[in-house]
Every structure is written in structure tokens, then in C-alpha cells.
């Protein structure tokens, strides 16, 4: 018996993501953020003294959200939110808290094409992160945004045809802020994720 047309077109639909593989990701990642050359700058004594203070970033938790395409067999387009839960430490007071949000591009290189269970990816982008300084938040106008290029690699795995895990080592390489409040910024600033997280498949 000949189906109808439109139980054709079902059946096209339904194969459509097997047939074509994988033609995206969305994937939410949590890990730590190390950075390479905490010291940020000076904090100048109180008057009349030369003495001056070292002002340093502290390691912490690291949450992104990314959104893949593959244009190609191995190569992919990437697009990234990342909040950081750091601090600056202060020598005589003591850590206190402070936030980091970002924005990112990035190509991705793949190992195998897409559709593979196991896909190593080399990766290659630019961006830029805001730094909100202690007592005030994303909302506040107050953060200093720094333009930053980054790189790193990583490995996908499909465990179904709609879930995988993801595990991602990228150095984000910027300039320092708070040049407008703290002496002696300078150099900089490498910022590395380490990170695994979960994906959506489409």
C-alpha cells in the first residue's frame, strides 16, 4: 500500500537529525578558573606614608553557558556567557568577594567529524570579561571590561542522540583592570578555565 505524501514527509522529518548528524550543541559547564599572574597592582598607603600595598586576584568557581554549530565535517562555531566568582586580596584585610561576566567567540577544530561518539577539539576566539569591583554587581555600571583573545582544547562525548558531556581547558588572555584606582597595573592577565558539563544535542 503507498503511504500518503504527507506520512513521507513525517518520516523525513523524524530521520532528518539521524540522517544529517549532529548539526548543534548547547551545553552548561561548571569547573574552577585559575589565573597565572595574580598580582593586579598597588594600593598607595595613607598620607604622608610610602608604604604601599600589593593587591592580588584570587582563584574560583566558574560557570558557562555555550552555544555550538557546526558548519562543516570538523569545523564548528562556538558562542559563550561565563560568570566567575572571584575575590581581591588585599594583604592587611583580607579576601573579599567580587564577580566576573564574559562574552566569547570561538572556532572549533574537531578531531573527528561530526556525529562521532568521541570528538577532541582544538578552539581559538576572542571576547571580553567585565570585572565588577567588591560591593557592587553586573548591574551597577561599574565593571571594567577588558577585550581578551582566548584559545585551549577539548573533548566531547555523545553518550545519546540528544545527551553528551563536554570537558574544556581555555586561557583567557587580557589586560589587567582597575588601572583607574589601584598604581603599577600592569602586564598580562591569563585567565584559565577547567571545566566539564553537559550537553543538549541537535
Keep these: 500500500m503507498r503511504r500518503p505524501l504527507w506520512a513521507e514527509g513525517v518520516l523525513i ?38 608604604l604601599r600595598e600589593t593587591l592580588k586576584l ?3 568557581f566558574r560557570a558557562t553557558a555555550r552555544f555550538s554549530i557546526n558548519s562543516r565535517k570538523f569545523v564548528g562555531h562556538e558562542f ?13 584585610q583580607g579576601k573579599t568577594g567580587m ?17 562521532s561518539s568521541i570528538r577532541p577539539f582544538l578552539c581559538g576566539g576572542g571576547g571580553f570579561m567585565s570585572f565588577f569591583p567588591p560591593g557592587t554587581s553586573a548591574f551597577s555600571g561599574n565593571g571594567f571590561s577588558k577585550v581578551n583573545v582566548n584559545f585551549g582544547a577539548g573533548l566531547k562525548v555523545k553518550l545519546s542522540p540528544i545527551y553528551g ?37 541537535f
Excluded: C
Design 80 to 92: 559563550g556567557y561565563g560568570f566567575q566568582r572571584s575575590s581581591l586580596d588585599f594583604a592587611s
Design 165 to 201: 558531556v563536554r570537558f574544556d581547558v581555555r586561557d583567557y588572555v587580557s589586560g589587567k583592570p582597575f588601572e583607574d584606582f589601584f598604581l603599577n597595573v600592569r602586564g598580562m592577565l591569563h585567565n584559565i578555565e577547567v571545566s566539564a558539563g553537559i550537553s543538549i544535542l
Design 99 to 115: 564577580s566576573m561576566h564574559g562574552g566569547f567567540y570561538n572556532m572549533l577544530l574537531h578531531a573527528m567529524p561530526e556525529g
Design 58 to 60: 584570587g582563584d574560583g
Design 13 to 50: 522529518l523524524a530521520a532528518g537529525p539521524a540522517a544529517w548528524g549532529q548539526a548543534a550543541e548547547a551545553s552548561l559547564s561548571f569547573g574552577r578558573f585559575l589565573f597565572t599572574d595574580k598580582t593586579i597592582g598597588e594600593l598607595a598607603g595613607s598620607t604622608g606614608s610610602s
